[in-house]
């Protein structure tokens, strides 16, 4: 697997380190659990971090910058 780093966020609480060694540790989950399996092991991992998160504005903005850039299906 190549070496890959997160996306650059605003207002992150974390490093870039650690931001980076989750980032590679979420695309390691993503690999293991494979292409069948991507779209559930994310929305239960965003469910998961809602909930610990605990503002719905907050997860609303996530959600819209997660957004940003990408191509429409």
């Known amino acids: 697997m190549s070496e890959k780093?997160?996306?650059?966020?605003?207002?992150?609480?974390?490093?870039?380190?650690a931001r980076d060694a989750l980032f590679r540790e979420c695309a390691r989950a993503l690999a293991e659990v494979g292409p069948q399996q991507e779209s559930l092991l994310l929305a239960r991992l965003t469910l998961l971090l809602f909930e610990q998160v605990a503002d719905p504005a907050r997860c609303r903005e996530a959600i819209r910058q997660a957004r940003s850039g990408l191509d429409p299906a």
């Open 5 to 17: 780093t997160a996306p650059e966020t605003r207002g992150s609480g974390l490093s870039p380190e």
